[in-house]
């Protein structure tokens, strides 16, 4: 168990599995945009650990970027988004590759792929790290995934509670 900003969180996945997932969907990711110079976006802040490591395993040379569409204010979507880094133009005529820490209802997800359509990329795919089965509610199929979770707020690795607990190695799951 380990305390973060009040808060009592214990290990779902450990950071040695998370980073066998990593390789294994870099060498998907790489089989498969091998030659194709496809732009990868990382969504800010949460996926910049999964994001790093991520690119860092492909075995071809990439573009690279961020965009940040934010929704969450403490354990739960807002349901209004703020957009203060947006897709770049240069997407157009692009293969696109958007890499997200975590995936659960699917809104954040459904403003991205709308935007990204209305600047006429070639090809757009999603990378998550998590994702959450049972409240994805979405019409954008997700391509690469390292690892369903149940429907319960998760730190670590790249994901925060109120700004913290994102370092951690582990993803951890809020206790009971």
Known sequence: MMEV???QFKELIPGDEVQEKINFLAKSISEEYKGLDPLILGVLNGSYLFFAELTKALDFEAQIGFIRYQSY???SSTGEFKITLPL?????GRH???VEDIIDTG???KKIMEDAASLQPASVEIATMLIKPKVFRNKYP?????FEIPDKF???YGLDYDGRG?????????AD
């Open 5 to 7: 900003n009040g808060k």
């Open 73 to 75: 204010a403490g354990t």
């Open 88 to 92: 770049p133009e240069e997407i157009r």
């Open 96 to 98: 696109v590759i958007i």
């Open 107 to 109: 809104a954040t997800l």
């Open 142 to 146: 997700v391509k690469f995934i390292g």
């Open 154 to 156: 998760v730190i670590g």
């Open 166 to 174: 994102r370092n951690l190695g582990d993803i951890m799951v809020l």
